[in-house]
């Protein structure tokens, strides 16, 4: 039997607004270095994707643009949304949020795609002036706005969805309970 | 007496996970899943042999993981330098630069999520067929579904495509016997999750639990 969530609100709160502004360093700051023959910029996120699809591997570039920037922002858009209608008892389908919730937290995962690679990479190519990947601080903040969405989601209890519901069909039913 | 309990015992409630509906008599007839009528999540599925198939799956698992963790994954050459790359030696590379958080990360979703999650399924599908491991099996069903969504060699993956195709222009690009091993793990992985079912486990304690004492009142008579 599943428990339910101690405190799953203010949680999820607290986790989403945590990933939420960890989201600004972690796009800002670079995530990885490619120096080749001693020259090379650092990369952000965004920038890595237009190298990608300035190379026209707009199929790649596409792929990690879903993983890294997409999944990220629509997640926490989602959560968000969730959160809310919870907590302002918003008379939405539950089924449609319960949808919500599903891709919200089984999507989550996919973004850790980009360190993944920047691991690759940093141990793959490592041949000091020749040609050098070196990671960057923005990776580190990137790593935990994945973890801490993922533990949002986690820690969303989507019960509080049909607690919401079961209490709006109550109050339709017995319209005089609640001036009592 | 004793059919009444019986049948109290098959009518049991549960309540749906993630709506709390109550919800009777839920078991699903092999290779079928139950599906709560209010939110659509799935309780439960019951896929045919599921613990016989993930046994052997989990342990096919294991042994892929010894080739897949050690051998080299992928060769990168530039004139005469090269470098190559393993499971452990990015987080190594990562330690060592300073990013302690982020080889942490990378060592528990690669590397020790994807083996303890091998391991505990082994210890479920063998270790149930045996009274006195009830317990033990219990807490690894639990560890399990903790566990289950870090393991992330499917992601790992696209990781190394990615990774092979943007460095295709600056060098050469090889792809070594690891990386086999490793899409061969990582498949088994997956089939893993799909047969296993922690239902089929409590349902195999509870028969095993009903023989047992049918065989205590046999035996008093």
Not at chain 1, 89 to 95: D, Q, S
Not at chain 2, 55 to 79: C, D, K, Q, R, V
Not at chain 2, 97 to 126: D, H, M, N, Q, T
């Amino acid at each position: 039997m599943h428990g339910r969530i101690e405190g799953s609100l203010m949680l999820t709160w607290a986790l989403a607004i945590t990933g939420a502004l960890l989201l600004l360093p972690a796009n800002i700051l670079p995530v990885m270095t490619v120096i080749y023959l001693g020259s090379g910029e650092p990369s952000t996120i965004i920038s890595g994707v237009m190298q990608l699809y300035n190379a026209g591997l707009w199929g790649i570039a596409l792929v990690v643009f879903v993983a890294s920037i997409a999944v990220p922002a629509m997640k926490l858009m989602g959560l968000f949304l969730l959160l809310i209608q919870v907590q302002l008892r918003l008379p939405l389908l539950p089924l449609q949020s319960m949808r919500l919730y599903r891709v919200v937290s089984g999507i989550g995962r996919w973004s850790l795609l980009d360190l993944f690679m920047i691991s690759i990479l940093v141990a793959l190519v490592d041949m000091g002036v020749i040609a050098q990947v070196v990671a960057g601080p923005g990776s580190t903040a990137f790593a935990t706005v994945v973890v801490v969405t993922m533990l949002a989601a986690r820690s969303f209890d989507p019960r509080l969805i049909w607690d919401v519901y079961d209490q709006r069909c109550f109050d339709n039913e017995n319209p005089g309970a609640g001036n009592e | 007496m004793q059919r009444g309990a019986d049948v109290m015992q098959r009518r049991w409630q549960r309540a749906c996970h993630e709506c709390d509906l109550l919800i009777t008599d839920a078991l699903a007839p092999p290779g079928q899943k139950l599906v709560c009528p209010r939110c659509n999540a799935v309780l439960h599925r019951n896929p045919k042999n599921s613990i016989r198939y993930t046994a052997a799956l989990s342990l096919t698992g294991l042994l892929l993981f010894i080739p897949a963790a050690t051998l080299p994954l992928m060769h990168f050459s530039i004139f005469a330098f090269s470098g190559e790359s393993t499971l452990l030696n990015g987080v190594a590379a990562l330690f060592n630069a300073g990013y302690v958080w982020l080889s942490a990360l990378v060592l528990f979703c690669s590397v020790l999520a994807p083996l303890v999650k091998f391991l505990l399924l082994a210890f479920i599908c063998w270790g149930s067929a045996w009274a006195f491991l009830d317990g033990p099996v219990a807490v690894a069903v639990r560890w399990y579904r903790h566990l289950k969504e870090w393991g992330m060699l499917d992601v790992y993956m696209l990781g190394v495509l990615v990774a092979l195709i943007k460095m295709r222009d600056l060098g050469k690009m090889e792809v070594d016997v690891g990386l086999y091993c490793f899409v061969a793990m990582m498949l088994v992985a997956n089939l893993t999750t799909l047969s296993f079912d922690p239902h089929v486990v409590w349902a195999r304690m509870e028969r095993r639990r009903r023989r047992a004492r049918a065989a205590v009142a046999g035996g008093t008579q």
